[in-house]
């Protein structure tokens, strides 16, 4: 049943509606999800579309025709091992042209927590096993967007 109740302007109340709210901000940044998981990267995209995080997806940074294109990523999430390359050594990549862009690293096996960020670049920023769930390394990365929009 929907309500036939006319919503009341802003101007008459004061208050930004939620509607308004969502308007009037700016787009939601991205994330950048390199997997060469197909099947991950699907599960990740759908769960982006529900909780409204856009999530673009490649195999390799390779992909990119320019680094000028991750300037509208908030976030990008990075496989651990890659065909032909380590996330590591992508993160550390993409870190060069944009040192401000935040990283997680992902990954199928557990890393030992020891292992996590040893030689790692600085802009990674979270190690989340794939085993956390899809909800969880979206959770991380609207985290770190939301602490990079500061």
């Known amino acids: ?20 709210a969502h308007t009037q901000s700016a787009p939601t940044p991205g994330v950048l999800l390199i997997d060469d998981d197909p099947t991950f990267c699907a599960l990740v995209e759908a769960f982006g579309r529900k ?3 856009p999530v673009r997806h490649m195999s390799s940074v390779l992909e990119l025709k320019s680094m000028q294109e991750l300037s509208d990523i908030g976030v990008a999430i990075i496989d651990y091992h890659l065909e032909g390359s380590s996330g590591v050594e992508t993160a550390d990549l993409i870190s060069q042209f944009h040192p401000d862009l935040p990283v997680i ?13 040893e030689g790692w670049p600085q802009s990674v920023k979270q190690f989340v096993p794939k085993s956390a769930g899809v909800g969880q390394i979206l959770g991380v990365a ?3 967007m939301s602490k990079s929009a500061r």
């Not at 049943?1 to 308004?20: E, L, N, Y």
């Not at 557990?110 to 996590?116: G, Q, S, V, W």
């Open 51 to 53: 909780i409204n995080v």
């Open 105 to 117: 690293v992902i990954s199928g096996d557990n890393l030992h927590r020891r292992d996590a960020h």
């Open 142 to 144: 609207r985290t770190l």
């Open 1 to 20: 049943m929907t309500s036939t109740r006319p919503q009341q302007s802003t101007a008459a109340t004061g208050h930004t509606s939620i509607r308004d």
